[in-house]
């Protein structure tokens, strides 16, 4: 798997974010029946000053978030509920899934106030970015529920209670 790391914020060295990453990247990949070993996918661990720009840059939204994912492609599915297409490898065999920003500050104040560890709140949002990455998405009803329904079993496999 090829999994880039950009560490902006000192602070996530302590987690330590790259075998979170490396965990969670490749126990969802597996799930979905996808071979890390041809994935690319580049993970920034900012901060939330970083992360507050680029999703006024992106998403018109002027405030930090706690995960933000740019797919390398559009998988959505046409219809509400319908499985996401599935990601093609290049001439090379590999498949390039997109980028994934993490902003520190919101990712420990959520966990803090959802009584969460950072590791399993952290595990969970780099998995559910990798699944926006693979098309999945929430803002239609049946999509969020197979979302979720997938977000936790992927999680149950690392140990993690379902975060909803």
């Excluded at 507050?52 to 840059?57: E, G, M, Q």
């Excluded at 106030?113 to 969970?124: M, P």
């Excluded at 803002?139 to 149950?156: H, K, N, P, V, Y």
Aim: net charge negative; glycine share 8%.
């Amino acid at each position: 798997m090829a999994l880039e790391i950009v560490i902006e914020d000192a602070r996530w060295a302590d987690l330590p974010i790259d075998a979170v990453a490396d965990q969670a990247v490749a126990r969802a990949l597996t799930h979905l029946g996808l071979d890390p070993a041809a994935c690319e996918i580049a993970l920034l661990a900012c901060d939330d000053a970083r992360i507050a720009v680029l999703n006024a840059d992106f998403r018109g939204k002027a405030q930090p978030t706690n995960v933000l994912s740019w797919p390398a492609e559009d998988l959505t599915a046409e219809t509400d509920g319908g499985a996401p297409l599935t990601p093609q490898a290049d001439p090379g065999g590999e498949i390039a899934l997109g980028d994934i920003a993490i902003a520190w500050e919101t990712c420990a104040r959520e966990a803090a106030e959802q009584g969460k560890t950072l590791k399993d709140h952290v595990t969970h949002l780099i998995v559910h970015g990798l699944l926006h990455l693979l098309g999945y998405d929430h803002l239609r009803d049946r999509d969020a529920t197979m979302m979720e329904e997938l977000e936790a079993r992927i999680l149950g496999t690392m140990g993690i209670d379902d975060p909803y």
